[in-house]
């Protein structure tokens, strides 16, 4: 079975501009999350969609967000882009079995903002 | 206060010997996992626990919901087992077994 597949694995954009970053969960999963690692505030948790719906989101401005499709597959974008902004996004996905979800997570796309 | 605290930050051992990572955090969980995260970003899943002890192979994880704490054990240390190992809570304040609370990790370094 193909595990969580991120794309692009890198990416560079300059200040202002949008990006949107794609993750293809496990086949059968249903549940994607996103997370943001930077050296400075480490792992955050940007958001969870269940279904095509987002369940939660972290503490992230509205410049941030994502959407899922009826295949499960999930994309986040950000816009008007800012130099905090770099950092590896990472995105897993989870199967809900015998009442415990763990999560599989893919390689990550790094984005640098200049 | 952060809610999670891991220790120590960084651990330099020599081959074969028994490393412990530890975390701590002070609110309620449904679900805490252990997390190793490899240079260039991958991150695999090592054990959830919501109760009691896991093993697999040389790493071994405990948790003590009374207490609050967390260990993740590696016997036998290898150089490959060099990573960063992350404590995450699954917090039930925030009703998703998926949204995902770290520590801070732990940048493990073995030594041949």
């Known amino acids: 079975k193909a595990g969580v597949t991120q794309t692009p694995r890198y990416l560079i954009k300059t200040r202002g501009q949008q990006v949107t970053l794609s993750c293809s969960p496990i086949?059968?999963?249903?549940?994607v999350s996103w997370y943001q690692q930077t050296p400075g505030q480490g792992l955050q948790f940007l958001f969870e969609?269940?279904?095509?719906?987002?369940?939660n989101k972290g503490n992230f401005p509205g410049r941030f967000s994502g959407r899922q499709f009826s295949n499960s597959r999930s994309e986040m974008n950000v816009s008007t882009l800012e130099l905090g902004d770099s950092a590896l996004y990472l995105c897993?996905?989870?199967?809900?079995?015998?009442?415990?979800?763990?999560?599989?997570f893919g390689a990550g796309t790094r984005l640098s903002v200049l | 206060k952060n809610e999670v605290e891991q220790s120590p930050q960084n651990l330099t051992a020599q081959e074969g010997e028994f490393i412990t990572i530890n975390c701590s955090y002070s609110v309620g969980i449904s679900a805490l996992h252990w997390l190793q995260q490899h240079p260039g970003g991958g991150i695999v899943s090592l054990f959830m626990l919501s109760s009691g002890k896991k093993k697999h192979g040389r790493l071994i994880a405990t948790i003590n919901i009374q207490e609050k704490h967390s260990s993740l054990h590696i016997t036998a240390s290898h150089p490959r087992d060099s990573a960063v190992y992350i404590c995450a809570l699954a917090l039930i304040s925030s009703g998703s077994a998926r949204q995902l609370t770290f520590g801070s990790g732990t940048q493990l370094t073995v030594l041949p």
């Open positions: 086949s059968g999963h249903r549940s």
């Open positions: 897993a996905s989870s199967l809900r079995v015998r009442g415990s979800d763990i999560q599989y």
């Open positions: 969609y269940f279904s095509e719906t987002q369940r």
